[in-house]
């Protein structure tokens, strides 16, 4: 009885990982590819480096993007440096302005 149930939810995973691949688990072991795993976990650097294709993986809907606390605030942080320097250089042309317009 435990080896049937074992089967079965052997059979249930092989289908399962061919609905997100397109292939079976054989037919990959058969070819020599890889299955990719549906989650995709990137740490902080890794995220805000490559934002870019973590929002192609998240649209083309054959992956799970988990985002640790420490990705979030990364992202954070790197936005508020970013409104940072965006304000000291709009601070340094103004004033650049006054003072050519004092010569």
Same mark, same amino acid.
């Given at each position: 009885m435990r080896d049937m149930a074992q089967l079965r939810l052997q059979d249930e995973v092989t289908r399962l990982e061919g609905s997100l691949t397109g @292939? /079976? @688990?054989e037919d990959t072991a058969s070819s020599g590819t890889t299955i990719l795993p549906p989650y995709v976990v990137p740490d902080g650097p /890794? +995220?805000?480096e490559h934002l870019g294709t973590i929002k192609q993986l998240a649209a083309s809907s054959r992956? *799970? *993007?988990i985002i640790p606390i420490d990705g979030e605030l990364c992202v954070l +942080? *790197? %936005?508020v440096i #970013?409104? &940072?320097l #965006?304000? &000291?250089l709009v601070v340094v042309i103004v004033l %650049? @302005?006054?003072q050519l317009g004092n010569k």
């Open positions: @292939a /079976t @688990a /890794t +995220l805000c992956f *799970i *993007i +942080l *790197i %936005s #970013v409104l &940072v #965006v304000l &000291v %650049s @302005a006054f």
